[in-house]
């Protein structure tokens, strides 16, 4: 292996579901990682009035990651809690880059924006977003991130952008399609040209890989259900591997 390439694992939408995060620890516990990426929606919660942020479970939950000895970097989705989009969630070994820019190589940084949108099919509204009731308000946020003009960015997400096959739910068959992607984050990605890497969740049913011009869209599915990814990348994306367990 290049030794500028590194080697991510990517997780989303776990809800909860400590049986798949075990299983997942025991099937990779012998690769190597450069870097964990956590991709929201650790909890299950609705953001009542009166509602518990659940932050016992989201580190028993969380821990075993840690046994892959490398940076965890996570952002937050639209279940998680409140402590997690106002980085009040910490941590050993884990960095919250929700609205934050990192560099994690010389000529590599990762550029994180956690929560979501509103979802729509034909009819209407399907889903509320949160904290976002609108991707305007998304784009507000989007376009305060600082996004280097050198180097190559990876933009870490837990929506996908609207052009993406990846960002459509078609659980209720093709003719009641819900779209839940950003419509303001395609613009960033065709935008930014050295944006080469997007990885996102969100979307159970929109596991995969698309490119958007120079950019490849990664939704690396629910652990919820076993699904998780693994992506090497040096300066651009070599392989990206989605696993079922």
């Known amino acids: 292996m290049q030794n500028y390439q590194k080697?991510?694992?990517c997780a989303s939408d776990l809800h909860l579901n400590f049986e798949t995060v075990q299983l997942l620890i025991e099937k990779e516990k012998n690769q190597q990682f450069?870097?964990?990426?956590?991709?929201?929606?650790?909890?299950?919660?609705?953001h009542q009035q009166g509602e518990d942020s659940e932050l016992d479970n989201l580190r028993?939950?969380?821990?075993?990651f840690k046994c892959f000895g490398c940076p965890i970097y996570f952002i937050p989705g639209n279940h998680d809690s409140d402590e997690l989009l106002q980085d009040k969630f910490i941590e050993e070994g884990f960095i919250n880059i929700h609205k934050k820019s990192l560099q994690i190589r010389d000529d590599l940084w990762i550029v994180g924006l956690g929560g979501s949108i509103p979802g729509y099919n034909q009819k209407g509204l399907i889903?509320?977003?949160?904290p976002y009731q609108?991707?305007?308000e998304y784009q507000e946020d989007l376009e305060k991130l600082i996004i280097p003009e050198e180097g190559k960015i990876i933009l870490i997400t837990h929506i996908g952008p609207a052009l993406?096959?990846?960002?459509?739910?078609?659980?209720?068959?093709?003719?009641d399609v819900i779209k839940s992607g950003s419509d303001s984050q395609s613009n960033l990605i065709k935008n930014k040209q050295n944006i080469i890497l997007n990885v996102h969740g969100h979307t159970h049913d929109g596991v995969g890989?698309?490119?958007?011009?120079?950019c490849k869209v990664v939704n690396v599915g629910p652990?919820?259900?076993?699904?998780?990814s693994i992506i090497r990348i040096s300066n651009k994306v070599d392989k990206i591997e989605h696993i079922f367990i």
């Open 7 to 9: 080697v991510i694992l």
């Open 34 to 46: 450069d870097a964990v990426f956590l991709l929201g929606d650790f909890l299950n919660l609705q």
């Open 60 to 64: 028993k939950l969380l821990s075993p």
């Open 127 to 130: 889903w509320q977003g949160y």
């Open 134 to 136: 609108s991707d305007k």
């Open 164 to 175: 993406s096959q990846t960002t459509i739910s078609s659980e209720n068959g093709w003719d």
């Open 209 to 214: 890989s698309r490119m958007m011009n120079q």
């Open 223 to 228: 652990l919820l259900y076993g699904n998780y």
